[in-house]
């Protein structure tokens, strides 16, 4: 799929996209590997690892997605462009409502113009379970950004098919709970706080979520949203299973918090199509494309339609882990 490409990621030197330059430089043989992001300190520190000298396929670009110009600059001659950069934290995008809008949804627009101004064969953007029914300005700002990537195919004449991936918080991500819980434990704390009793998150791995990005690239027809099927997680039981002596304390709900989040909603489901491990939601409002133009992937696997009033939830997922199983994923090293 990759071999002989080339190959941009937007937000390159965050957890995804470190990840996902290791599954490239490893199982294929990328022309070019393009880290597109705005840190130059973050660059400095990935080129460490994934130096040019060691890796000659590899360039680091300066640049932010707000800028539509140097975006198509970047984006000359590249073949797939993987969309990570965004504001991810909840808190800070309710406290900075245009810096999030700013990155999130206008820079969707200028990485979805770039493309087709230079004939970009496929885009995959990342999401995130909070741009379903959302309350946060984040979760508001992805269904945005949703929108305009699989609406972006109606433009691109068949040239360049956009789609996207959406997932919940990946297990041990910057800003993520797992390093939070983990900084409190090496410092002594005597509690590990938790927001809601009944609080749960979804469960995907860094290499879950890479590796599903990589068969999407294989599968998507373009305008699909990807959504992995996979377990929930108590935070309760997240935080017994890290630290089983430790108290927890309730402090409450932090502003744009949901107790449980939803990959899609009951509202969703008449376009909602289930393959073996992930959900797909086939876009209604692509104008030369129908509902059977999704029901097989690429790989030929027919897909099957859900119950109308199914909602995939956390809270209410079929399967949850247990302590045990959690401590499985060796969390020193998540």
């Avoid at 490893?26 to 690892?49: C, G, H, L, N, V």
């Avoid at 000359?76 to 909840?90: E, R, S």
């Avoid at 129908?290 to 690429?298: A, F, G, P, R, W």
Wanted: hydrophobic share 40%; charged share 25%; glycine share 6%.
């Amino acid at each position: 799929m990759f071999n002989n490409k080339n190959i941009l990621i937007t937000g390159g030197t965050g957890s995804f996209g470190k990840n996902f330059t290791s599954l490239l430089l490893s199982k294929y043989k990328p022309k070019k590997i393009i880290i597109f992001s705005r840190d130059e300190m973050k660059q400095f520190e990935m080129s460490q690892k994934f130096s040019i000298k060691k890796f000659p396929c590899i360039r680091y670009f300066i640049g932010d997605v707000r800028d539509k110009e140097r975006l198509e600059m970047a984006f000359n001659g590249v073949d797939y462009v993987i969309h990570a950069a965004a504001l991810k934290q909840v808190p800070a995008a309710e406290y900075n409502p245009i810096e999030c809008i700013k990155t999130n949804i206008n820079g969707a627009q200028n990485v979805i113009l770039a493309a087709l101004k230079n004939k970009v064969k496929k885009v995959v953007a990342l999401s995130t379970d909070k741009a379903s029914n959302p309350i946060n300005l984040y979760g508001a700002s992805k269904l945005a950004s949703d929108k305009l990537f699989i609406s972006g195919n109606n433009f691109a004449g068949g040239v360049t098919k956009f789609s996207v991936v959406r997932y919940g918080n990946v297990v041990g991500s910057r800003g993520s709970v797992i390093p939070f819980f983990k900084k409190l434990i090496e410092n002594g704390s005597s509690f590990l706080p938790i927001t809601h009793p009944s609080m749960t998150r979804f469960w995907i791995t860094i290499k879950e979520g890479v590796d599903l990005v990589d068969k999407v690239f294989y599968e998507m027809h373009g305008g699909e949203i990807f959504i992995p099927i996979i377990p929930s997680v108590k935070i309760v039981d997240l935080a017994k299973a890290m630290a089983p002596k430790l108290k927890l304390k309730i402090i409450g709900i932090r502003p744009g918090e949901k107790i449980h989040e939803i990959m899609f909603s009951k509202d969703d489901t008449p376009n909602v199509l289930q393959f073996k491990k992930y959900y797909v939601i086939a876009p209604n409002t692509i104008f030369y494309k129908t509902l059977s133009t999704y029901q097989t992937n690429k790989s030929k696997e027919r897909s099957k339609k859900i119950k109308n009033d199914f909602e995939y939830n956390s809270g209410s997922n079929s399967k949850f882990l247990s302590i045990k199983e959690i401590r499985k994923y060796n969390l020193e090293e998540v």
